[in-house]
C-alpha cells in the first residue's frame, strides 16, 4: 500500500462537502479496509462526554458485540486510560484483551485528541499476526489528526 496515496485518499473522504461527519467516518473504514490487505476490521469508538465508556461508531467489517467499551477494559479501553497508540502484535499474549472474534491475531488503536482531551479511537484488527508496523502508525496519527478536524 502507497501511505502517501492512502494519506491524499483519507483527506478527500474526510473533506468532503454536503456529507455528514459518520457519512465520512463510514467511507473512511470502507476504504482502509478494502485497500489495506491486513486492516480485517476497521472502526471508530468515541468517548461519552459524561461517562467512562466507549461507544463503537462507523464501522467496516464483520459485526462485533462490543458496542460499548468501559475505559479500561480491551486494548481500547486501555489507550481511552493513556492516551496513547497501542499496537499489539499477538492478542493472544494480552491479559486485557476483549476477543470481537476468533480470527484476529493483532491489533492497532489510536487514540483521537480535540483540544487536547482524547475523544475517541481508530480501532483496526487483523487476521494476521504482527500486521502493523512504523508505516501503519504513522499513517493512522495523521488519519486520527484529520478525523479530529471533523468535531
Same mark, same amino acid.
Given at each position: 500500500?502507497?501511505?502517501?496515496?492512502?494519506?491524499?485518499?483519507?483527506?478527500?473522504?474526510?473533506?468532503? +462537502?454536503?456529507?455528514?461527519?459518520?457519512?465520512?467516518?463510514?467511507?473512511?473504514?470502507?476504504?482502509?479496509e478494502i485497500e489495506f490487505s491486513l486492516y480485517d476490521?476497521?472502526?471508530?469508538?468515541?468517548?461519552?462526554?459524561?461517562?467512562?465508556?466507549?461507544?463503537?461508531?462507523?464501522?467496516?467489517?464483520?459485526?462485533?458485540?462490543?458496542?460499548?467499551?468501559?475505559?479500561?477494559?480491551?486494548?481500547?479501553?486501555?489507550?481511552?486510560?493513556?492516551?496513547?497508540?497501542?499496537v499489539v502484535d499477538d492478542v493472544n499474549a494480552q491479559?486485557?484483551?476483549?476477543?470481537?472474534?476468533?480470527?484476529?491475531?493483532?491489533?492497532?488503536?489510536?487514540?483521537?485528541?480535540?483540544?487536547?482531551?482524547?475523544?475517541?479511537?481508530?480501532?483496526?484488527?487483523?487476521?494476521?499476526?504482527?500486521?502493523f508496523g512504523d508505516e501503519d502508525v504513522l499513517f493512522?496519527?495523521?488519519?486520527?489528526? +484529520?478525523?479530529?478536524?471533523?468535531?
Open positions: 500500500m502507497n501511505y502517501e496515496e492512502a494519506e491524499l485518499i483519507t483527506q478527500k473522504i474526510l473533506r468532503k +462537502e454536503g456529507v455528514s461527519r459518520d457519512e465520512k467516518l463510514q467511507e473512511l473504514c470502507e476504504y482502509m476490521w476497521v472502526g471508530f469508538y468515541f468517548a461519552a462526554e459524561s461517562d467512562t465508556v466507549l461507544y463503537l461508531g462507523p464501522f467496516a467489517g464483520e459485526p462485533t458485540d462490543h458496542t460499548v467499551i468501559p475505559f479500561g477494559k480491551g486494548i481500547c479501553g486501555q489507550v481511552a486510560v493513556s492516551g496513547k497508540t497501542f491479559d486485557n484483551y476483549i476477543a470481537c472474534s476468533i480470527d484476529v491475531r493483532s491489533e492497532i488503536v489510536v487514540p483521537i485528541f480535540v483540544n487536547g482531551k482524547n475523544i475517541g479511537q481508530i480501532d483496526i484488527d487483523s487476521h494476521t499476526a504482527e500486521a493512522l496519527e495523521k488519519v486520527a489528526e +484529520e478525523v479530529a478536524l471533523l468535531f
